[in-house]
C-alpha cells in the first residue's frame, strides 16, 4: 500500500510556525535543569551487574571472615526473603552493612529485592553528605499548595517520637547516622510508591539493617524480622539478647497510632495469637506488621515505614548477632537460635544450620502447615586468630565430606528400603507392620554436631506445599480496589 500524500500536509500556516518555535523555545535548557542527584538515581536504578562487582558485597547464601549468610525457599511459592553482608560500607574499611528482607503480598519478592539493593546505597550517601543536608529537607516534601501531605505529618511525628526516645542512648557522634538511617526509608518508600514496574499497593516487605562501625552497633527495624545477640553473663553463659522489638500491630502504641488513622486492628477467630491491620470499611488486606515498606493500600490508615533506632555498644562478652526473618523466629526462640549458631562445627556453616535447623522445626511443630521462607545473616563480633581462621576452613572441608558421605549412605538406604518394600509387596502378606519413625531428640546447645547433623534433609523428606496450609500469612486478602489499577499512584503523585 503506498503512501498518500496531500496538499494540506505540506502547507502550514503562520501560526503552526509560531507554535512549534514556542514549543521549542520553552523547553528546559541546560542551565535551567532541575540538577538531578546522580547518588539517589544509582540507587532507585541499582543495575545488578554494577552491584554484584563491589567487592565485599555478598547477597547469595556465602560466608567471609566475620559474617555468614543463608537463606532457603519455604512451602508457599518463590522465596520472598532477601539479605545482604557488605563489607567495608561506605568506603570505611571498620563499617560492616547487615540486612535481611522479608516481604510479602504478590510481588513481595521483587520489593524485598529492591530494597535489599537500594537501601544500602542510599544510606551511604545520606551519610556522607548528612552534615550538608539539614538546609535542603524543609521543603521538598511539601504538596504543590505548599502543604504537608498527611503521610508526611503522620511519618514526621514518629519521627520525633522516635527521637526523644533514643536521644539519651545514641552518642552524639552517631546521631547523623540515625538522622540519615531515618532519611533512607522514608526515601525507599518514596522510590516504590512511584516504581514502574513494581506494585507495591498490597505488596511489601519488613527490614533490619544493621550498621557495625568500630565497637558500635546502630540498627533500623521496620516490621517483624528481629535481630538478637549472643553474650556471656557473669557466669560465662551463652545468653540472647534481643536489639529489636517485633512491630506487630497488637503492641499498645502501634494499635494506637492505626486506630487514630481510621484503621482497625483485630485478630481472627480461627488465629486469636495474631493481630491484623484492616481498612476501615473493607476485611483486606489483614497485614500481620504495623511496619512496612510499600503496602500503600494502608499508608493512610496508620501503617508507616519509620523504622525504630537501637544503638549498643560491643563489649568483651559480645560474641555475635544473628538477624533473621519470622519464618526462623515464628518455630525457634532467642535462646534455642544463639545455641544452634554457637554450636555449629563452622562459623562459615553457622547460617545455613540455623536455618536448616528451623525447617526441621517447621516439619516437627507445624506439620500440616507450609514452611515458611527462611533468610539468616550471622556477624561475628570477635577477632578470630589466623590459627583458628585456617582450622575453622580445614573443619569446614572435613565436614562437607563428610556431608556427602552420609547423603551418599541414605541414598543407597533408599534403594534398598525401595528393592525389600518391592519384594515384599509381591508376596501373599496377610500382617502389615508399620514402619516405625525413628526421632533423634537432641538438646540444643550441646556438644558440637557435625554439619551433617544440623542440616542436610533427605530426598524422602521433601513434601509439595499442597500437602499442608499455611499457618500465618502476612497479607490475608486483596482489597476490592485492584492493585492493577494505576489510579492509587495517581492520587498521591504529589507525594
Given amino acids: 500500500m503506498g503512501a498518500c500524500y496531500s496538499t494540506t500536509a505540506h502547507s502550514r500556516t503562520d501560526k503552526q510556525h509560531q507554535d512549534r518555535r514556542w514549543r521549542t523555545s520553552n523547553r528546559p535548557t541546560k542551565l535551567n535543569r532541575t540538577p538531578i542527584d546522580f547518588n539517589f538515581t544509582f540507587a532507585t536504578r541499582a543495575d545488578d ?60 519478592h521483587m520489593v524485598a529485592r529492591r530494597v535489599r ?40 511525628y514518629w519521627c ?26 522514608k526515601l525507599i518508600d518514596k522510590e516504590l510508591k512511584n516504581h514502574p514496574s513494581i506494585d507495591c499497593f498490597c505488596s511489601g516487605t519488613t527490614a533490619v539493617g544493621l550498621i557495625k562501625q568500630d565497637q558500635d552497633l546502630i540498627i533500623g527495624n521496620v516490621g517483624d524480622s528481629r ?33 487514630q488513622f481510621k484503621g482497625r486492628v ?33 499508608k493512610d490508615f496508620g501503617l508507616i515505614s519509620v523504622p525504630d533506632v537501637f544503638y549498643h555498644r560491643v563489649t568483651d562478652r559480645d560474641e555475635f548477632v544473628i538477624l533473621a526473618t519470622d519464618g526462623v523466629w515464628d518455630v525457634l526462640s532467642n535462646k534455642e537460635a544463639v545455641d544452634i549458631v554457637a554450636t555449629a562445627p563452622g562459623r562459615s556453616t553457622a547460617a545455613r544450620a540455623l536455618v536448616d535447623c528451623a525447617t526441621r522445626a517447621w516439619k ?25 581462621e585456617k582450622e575453622a576452613k580445614k573443619q569446614d572441608i572435613d565436614v562437607v ?16 528400603d525401595e528393592i525389600e518394600k518391592h519384594s515384599d509387596s509381591s508376596g501373599d502378606c496377610n500382617e502389615i507392620e508399620l514402619a516405625k519413625e525413628k526421632v533423634a531428640e537432641k538438646r540444643v546447645g550441646g556438644s558440637k554436631r557435625s554439619l551433617a547433623e544440623c542440616i542436610s534433609t ?13 499457618r500465618v500469612n502476612s497479607l490475608l486478602s486483596i482489597p476490592r480496589l485492584l492493585s492493577m489499577d494505576s489510579s492509587w499512584r495517581k492520587s498521591n503523585s504529589k507525594i
Fill in 160 to 185: 520525633e517520637q522516635s527521637d526523644n526516645e533514643e536521644k539519651e542512648t545514641i552518642p552524639e557522634k552517631y546521631l547523623p547516622l540515625k538522622k540519615s538511617l531515618l532519611k533512607s526509608f
Fill in 401 to 416: 565430606n563428610e556431608e556427602v558421605k552420609v547423603m551418599n549412605t541414605r541414598k543407597e538406604e533408599d534403594n534398598i
Fill in 364 to 388: 516437627l511443630k507445624y506439620p500440616t502447615s507450609k514452611t515458611d521462607d527462611c533468610a539468616a545473616v550471622c556477624l561475628f563480633l570477635d577477632q578470630k586468630p589466623k590459627g583458628v
Fill in 117 to 156: 539493593d537500594s537501601l544500602p546505597v542510599l544510606l551511604s550517601t545520606q551519610w556522607m553528605n548528612s552534615t550538608n543536608s539539614d538546609q535542603s529537607c524543609d521543603n521538598e516534601n511539601m504538596n504543590a499548595d505548599g502543604s504537608i501531605p498527611e503521610e508526611e505529618l503522620l511519618e514526621e
Fill in 49 to 108: 551487574n554494577l552491584l554484584h562487582q563491589i567487592p565485599g558485597r555478598l547477597v547469595a547464601n556465602a560466608s567471609s571472615t566475620i559474617a555468614t549468610l543463608h537463606t532457603q525457599q519455604g512451602k508457599k511459592g518463590i522465596n520472598q526473603d532477601a539479605m545482604i553482608v557488605w563489607e567495608k560500607f561506605s568506603s570505611n574499611s571498620d563499617a560492616v552493612f547487615c540486612g535481611v528482607f522479608d516481604g510479602h503480598g504478590p510481588y513481595g
Fill in 227 to 259: 535481630a538478637v545477640m549472643a553474650t556471656r553473663d557473669e557466669d560465662n553463659s551463652l545468653v540472647a539478647v534481643q536489639l529489636t522489638v517485633d512491630l506487630k500491630p497488637n503492641l499498645p502504641r502501634e494499635a494506637a497510632r492505626i486506630q
Fill in 458 to 470: 533427605s530426598e524422602d523428606e521433601e513434601w509439595s506445599a499442597l500437602e499442608g496450609v499455611a
Fill in 266 to 298: 483485630f485478630a481472627l477467630q480461627d488465629e486469636p495469637e495474631v493481630s491484623r491491620v484492616w481498612l476501615p470499611n473493607s476485611d483486606s488486606p489483614g497485614l500481620a506488621m504495623a511496619r512496612a515498606f510499600g503496602d500503600f493500600c494502608l
